[in-house]
């Protein structure tokens, strides 16, 4: 099914452990978009690709790095895990760069730092 | 910075009663769109309203756009245990490259 995938589903890291979310994208998306869901704040954005090659911080990108390794995969690491980046990540994809196409989400991460 | 302030933040109904959640903007809003997320599931789009006072409805679901494009409201008619999940609302402003999402509205259908 045409979608945006999300590897790994569950992770549990020790406090200051490395670890790279992958996610992928088959519907020749420009843009994608790495958000993280904590409980009663929605979701915040973290990094974002307009297009190939080019990466931008979102609201939060502390703590984090993003490469776009081809127009189809968008991978987000933590180089260091602290016990506030436990959430839900999520990877999203549009069409195009700007606010008038809507997301693709994929099925996310739950990540917990212990 | 753009803030997307979603009200109610939790909302129980029995079913078949109306629901509507509220969505307000500091600044003016180039457009709209809602999502929907189950439990334990991931956001889904629903649809995006682009034009002041522009309305769109899918089947019991009912979207407004103010007429200011500060404001925004998704209207349920008559609930089902379906229809459970958080709403979310996410706009942007000017030239901004990327939505801003509100909090959401958690709701709950009884049965």
């Known amino acids: 099914n045409a979608g945006v995938t999300q590897t790994p589903k569950f992770q549990v890291l020790k406090t200051g452990q490395s670890m790279t979310l992958q996610c992928a994208q088959d519907?020749?998306?420009?843009?994608m978009y790495w958000y993280r869901q904590d409980p009663g704040m929605g979701l915040r954005l973290i990094y974002y690709s307009a297009s190939e090659g080019t990466t931008d911080k979102g609201e939060v990108p502390n703590g984090y790095n993003v490469s776009r390794l081809n127009k189809r995969e968008f991978s987000l690491r933590l180089e260091s895990a602290a016990p506030s980046q436990t959430s839900v990540y999520f990877c999203?994809?549009?069409?195009?760069?700007?606010?008038?196409?809507?997301?693709?989400f994929g099925s996310g991460t739950r990540l917990t730092v212990v | 910075g753009q803030q997307v302030m979603q009200i109610p933040q939790y909302q129980h109904v029995q079913e078949g009663e109306d629901f509507t959640t509220y969505c307000n903007s500091s600044?003016?809003?180039?457009?709209i769109q809602w999502y929907k997320q189950r439990p334990g599931g991931h956001p889904v789009f629903l649809i995006q309203?682009?034009?002041?006072?522009e309305v769109k409805k899918q089947k019991r679901l009912t979207f407004q756009f103010g007429e200011a494009k500060k404001n925004s409201s998704l209207h349920i008619t008559a609930t089902q245990t379906t229809d459970v999940g958080t709403y979310f609302c996410a706009g942007a402003s000017g030239s901004a490259r990327q939505l801003t999402f509100g909090s959401g509205t958690q709701l709950t259908v009884l049965p």
């Open positions: 600044t003016t809003l180039s457009n």
């Open positions: 999203a994809s549009s069409e195009a760069a700007g606010t008038n196409y809507g997301y693709t």
């Open positions: 309203l682009v034009k002041s006072g």
């Open positions: 519907m020749n998306h420009n843009s």
